[in-house]
């Protein structure tokens, strides 16, 4: 059958572009991976969820191949079967949205133009992006009002420009220690900002409010508060979705893209046939994806004549960190306080989204504070050992977790900075190894700047100190050049030149008249912010382009 559009995968990237255009009245198509999962289907399950990656391709029929660099040219490769290794997020109908905390931060003016900005840095690709915030803010602003993005502005030296006053959901509950961080923040000169969640507040858009089980990140949402593609989008569109479907290549005349070639989970072929093809299988796939699809016309990947496919792939910078606090040294209401179940700490700090060492001004990032996972497991797994380093056992093992988790808690923070681009951070094919569908897989090529580290250490010590007002203990954290597999971008840079990008300014590809690309690779550069938020925005308005595309052809 032909259609209108076809996409390639179902989360952030695509299916914005599906519900526009099919409530528009073209005929879409999605190819998805996974499987087709609804609210009935999700638990708080962490053995399956957790431990034995239920929404994931398992490694020993999917894996990637993992080069780690230590240096500008030497590197450890890794096999990511036998390394446990993986970089696979949600793959399932509405991709990793599915599974995402949603925490919902715009870029700000400046990420846009971060050369023209702060300047180059040796060793780093910067460059500013072909749109400015102006042309995205109306994007962000459509979101939060389809997607449903609960919050409440404050004003802040770094408060991005908005079109409206205030999110269009209210915010969420919060957990009655956040008072306590508020004035600690009060009285270190920080501002305190309410973190802006892509979770319903209350029954809005056709879907449930959130019910506080404290269990979002990495979980499916059982009520349909959380704002994934599935639940906001796909779910409200008539748009034809063919699950199980593993899309291998992409076959093309020299001007246009012609069929999907992709095959189902018992290795049976088929094609499909569209007018526009959209590419939104999640960075390192979209990247693998093309240059599997080499051909006479594109010998070195489909849209690669620049040789810039699977180049400067980014993630998110930074680190993590926590603090507990005993009950030992709380007033009765403030153990109340802080042991309230399922409401969320919600705050975050972008005091140093830029700031000034005394020699030169530096892009800065986001430090977003959040209770520990309610995983049961990995909370246990923490108390196994005893002041001396000694595992316990039976009942001197229960006393402690009992105590543990009874009379204290533990407040976590997140940094977000820029993870610079870079010529050793890139997506390739390996040559020998192939994954159970005969497709080579994907070589993910892995090197972090140092001046990555240098930045989110500067946060994580400015997030210390907020847990030192507020009276933590055992504070601690750690800031790694170890890439979160969950925020990936890069590999197909959009821009205005195309001998240095792969993409046009409105994500389609320089060198084919109907490819486009929607998911995080058009991203130059990532900002210090998740990236979620963006690629919603940014397929709405690339949306807004395939209809004029559509209207040309029909």
């Known amino acids: 059958m032909k259609y209108d ?3 390639i995968g179902s989360g952030a990237g695509g299916s914005p572009i599906a519900y526009e255009l ?19 289907d999700f638990s708080k399950d962490e053995l399956a969820v957790s431990r034995r990656d239920m929404f994931t391709p398992p490694l020993n029929e999917q894996k990637h191949i993992i080069n780690e660099y230590s240096n500008s040219s030497d590197f450890t490769r890794y096999d990511g079967a036998k390394a446990g290794w993986s970089f696979w997020n949600g793959s399932m109908v509405g991709g990793s949205s599915n599974l995402m905390s949603g925490y919902f931060h715009r870029m700000k003016p400046r990420d846009f133009k971060l050369l023209s900005s702060y300047g180059k840095i040796q060793g780093a690709n910067i460059v500013d992006w072909a749109i400015s915030y102006e042309d995205l803010e109306p994007y962000y602003t459509k979101v939060e009002e389809v997607i449903g993005v609960s919050g409440r502005v404050v004003k802040h030296k770094h408060q991005e420009p908005r079109s409206t006053e205030d999110f269009p959901q209210k915010e969420l509950a919060t957990n009655g220690a956040t008072k306590w961080f508020d004035k600690a923040c009060d009285v270190l000169g920080f501002e305190s ?12 858009l056709k879907r449930h409010g959130c019910y506080y089980s404290n269990f979002c990140g990495s979980y499916g949402c059982a009520s349909g508060a959380k704002g994934s593609a599935r639940a906001a989008l796909l779910q409200k569109c008539d748009v034809k979705i063919i699950t199980d479907a593993f899309v291998y290549k992409l076959k093309s005349t020299q001007e246009r893209v012609t069929k999907a070639y992709y095959y189902t989970q018992h290795g049976f072929s088929h094609a499909v046939k569209a007018k526009i093809f959209i590419l939104s299988a999640q960075a390192i796939e979209s990247s693998r994806l093309l240059l599997n699809s080499k051909n006479q016309f594109f010998p070195n990947g489909l849209a690669n004549s620049s040789g810039e496919v699977g180049k400067n792939l980014i993630f998110s910078a930074g680190g993590s960190g926590s603090g507990r606090f005993n009950f030992e040294n709380l007033t009765k209401e403030q153990q109340s306080e802080l042991m309230q179940p399922g409401l969320f700490f919600n705050r975050s700090l972008q005091d140093w989204y830029d700031y000034n060492d005394g020699c030169r001004i530096y892009k800065g990032g986001t430090i977003d504070f959040l209770f520990e996972h309610q995983n049961i497991i990995s909370r246990a797994s923490r108390e196994l050992y005893d002041d001396e380093g000694n595992i316990m056992w039976g009942e001197k093992l229960a006393d402690k977790l009992h105590s543990r988790l009874t009379t204290s808690r533990v407040l976590t923070f997140e940094v977000f900075n820029d993870w610079l681009p870079t010529d050793n951070c890139f997506v390739g094919v390996d040559e020998k190894e192939v994954d159970k569908y005969g497709v080579p897989v994907g070589v ?22 907020v847990l030192e007002e507020m009276g933590a203990e055992e504070i601690d954290y750690s800031i790694s050049a170890s890439p979160p597999p969950n925020l990936v971008a890069g590999g197909c840079r959009f821009g205005d030149d195309a001998k240095t990008s792969v993409l046009d300014r409105n994500c389609k590809a320089h060198d084919l008249e109907n490819l486009y690309v929607s998911d995080a690779s058009f991203m130059p550069t990532g900002g210090s912010v998740p990236y979620t938020w963006t690629i919603y925005a940014n397929s709405f308005r690339v949306a807004d382009e395939i209809k004029k595309e559509l209207a040309k052809l029909s």
Do not use: F, M, Q, W
Not at 22 to 40: D, I, Q
Not at 193 to 204: C, E, F, K, N
Not at 450 to 459: N, T
């Open 5 to 7: 559009v076809c996409i």
């Open 22 to 40: 099919s409530n528009a009245g073209y005929k879409v198509v999605v190819l998805e991976k996974g499987e087709n999962y609804t609210e009935e």
């Open 193 to 204: 900002i309410p973190t802006p969640r892509a979770v319903l507040s209350g029954d809005s």
């Open 444 to 465: 993910i090529n892995l090197y972090g700047h140092p001046h990555d580290l240098a930045v989110g250490e500067h946060l994580a010590k400015k997030a210390v100190k």
